[in-house]
């Protein structure tokens, strides 16, 4: 593996408190902007929150609720990577807990009977993160204590390179947050007022909260009659013992047509060793042969959960070093659905080039089907596609892949890559937050068996909700054809677009058609590279071959922390981009549209609609030899500058 770098709810009914984050319509009936991307319950969708993906959790803003500790805020500018926990929040505010007795408190506007808390406590002092408690109550009631975690945050090192990072305390850091999840022991009804208080026993120096989601979790599913449960092979759920032969056994029986699918119950299954098929020609350095022919299906994501124990660089004997010692590698015609992968990763590099491994990997093929599947604290969530060198006579390119439901948060790097040729696949309805590289990402690497002809192509990212990146882009598109992103919400990137295309990670050309379209991007782009580059929303970044049939339509651009669409200079062109029914707001530090004094080609504008950009609404610098075209334009900004930015 080569790595490149809700439901609509009434203001009324969510009480006093803490609000949900709720999509606004536009007299156009597209949404403005959420305070921390689209909290959209799918029992209550309508045709005015259309983007982003159908989630089954409200999601509340901490700073928005009661509480009595210190509001973090971010600066103009959002600086990143200099323990900036204000920067690294949704929304780019967060509430700090200092002292005993503080808290946050909202009324919740759905019924529930789960937890996540997306929250930063401090590392232990010599590094590898520790365990602290926070008190929960309801209606004034105690609940439970909720475990926080630092042992998955905390990445050190003034370097943008994420492998030069460590894991050893000092200086500059980022990263800061994680999640923790629970299961409570009953429902609680929508108007119930929680509150996430600091008592006696709560000790870590501070706790910092960003953000929670409720969710009504289903009871377990009931075994399929056709599958066979794991447990016939020997596992035992939630003893702490590895259950990894009686899974890789059940998958192999499946594999040969002994069963007909797999079943993981209810419970926690500790998995030590990735799920594979042995090469009885023991081919190349490692094994490098996944699973096909396999239906494996669950409980439900909170329900049926693998977890890995051993970090990947301490596991010895794994297949392959990028990849881990959990999760799946897929050959092809491979189902999974109702299940989570939580791997042991803490590093994307650092001292050793420790990785932290993939939770799902390989050839995947054709009629591979993911679905509602939760991984954290992976390296990447999926990594599609193998090198042709990798056992040539068995490649060959992901080609109808759908991906759906998907629920991936915290990694090291990216969130799903359809790599070497990927044709034909999608990833529809899934959430992102917090992945350290692109949350989705199309690249149509060289390494294929026939470069003219295995280059990715038609692929789709839909009505997806990617949250929070803290390395990298919220989608992007390096090379191939008919490619598309649409009806996707991107929120808080730390330091890259929103989306972007490119041809930077020495892709395979860009041809035919590539659509951009039904986007909403909020607080998105970022200063990244010794923060000397300042990106877009939507950035254009042709390094060194061209990018041509860019269509840019539909689209919200609201608060970027720089530029709203930004041509970005290379060797390259971006020739004839089409950009119609956009509306671009609060450029805070950048121009509505900005061209770099390098940058080539042309875009036509038609029905764009531009306010509040910092450095005028329409920026061509100076020396560059792009065009811009302009039909019906609306530009109301108070400032023009003309200093070129890098």
Known sequence: MRHKQGSRLLAAALGAGLAASVLLPTAAGAADGPSGGNPAKASARTQADVRGAALPYVEYEAENGTYNGTLLEAEPHRPFGHTNFATESSGRKSVRLNSTGQYVEFTSANSTNSIVVRNAIPDAPGGGGQEKTLSLYANGTFVQKVTLSSKHSWLYGNTDSPEGLTNRPGGDARRLFDESHALLKKSYPQGTKFRLQRDAGDDAAYYIIDLIDLEEVAPPAAKPAECTSITQYGAVPDDGKDDTTAIQNAVTADQKGDIACVWIPAGRWRQEKKILTDDPHNRGEYNQL???????????????????????????????????????????????????????????????????????????????????????????????????????????????????????????????????????????????????????????????KDPSVDIGHDNTFRDNTVQLPWRANGIAIYGGYGNKIENNTVSDTMNYPGIMLATDHDPLPFSGQTLIANNGLYRTGGAFWGEAQEFGAITLFAQGQNIPGVTIRDTVIHDSTYDGIQFKSGGGATPDVKISNVKISKSNNGAGIRAHGGARGSATLSNVTISGSADGDILVEPGSQFVINKVAVKAASSAKKSGQRK
């Open 290 to 448: 996944g699973i096909r022919d396999v239906t494996i299906r669950g409980a439900g994501m909170w329900h049926s959960q693998l977890h890995t124990l051993t970090p990947p660089h301490e596991a010895g004997g794994i297949n392959h070093p990028h990849e881990g010692n959990f999760g799946f590698d897929i050959d092809d015609n491979t189902k999974i659905s109702d299940i989570a992968i939580f791997g042991s990763g803490t590093i994307r590099g650092g001292d050793g080039n420790h990785e932290g491994g993939v939770g799902l990997n390989g050839r995947f093929g054709k009629n591979t089907k993911i679905s509602n599947v939760w991984i954290e604290h992976a390296n990447v969530g999926a990594w599609v596609g193998r090198d042709y060198s990798n056992i040539p006579e068995l490649w060959g390119p992901g080609d109808g892949l759908e991906f759906s439901g998907m629920r991936i948060r915290n990694t090291y790097a990216d969130g799903v890559n359809f790599t070497n040729g990927t044709r034909n696949s999608s990833v529809v309805n899934s959430s992102f937050r917090n992945t350290g590289d692109d949350a989705l990402a199309v690249w149509a690497n060289r390494y294929v």
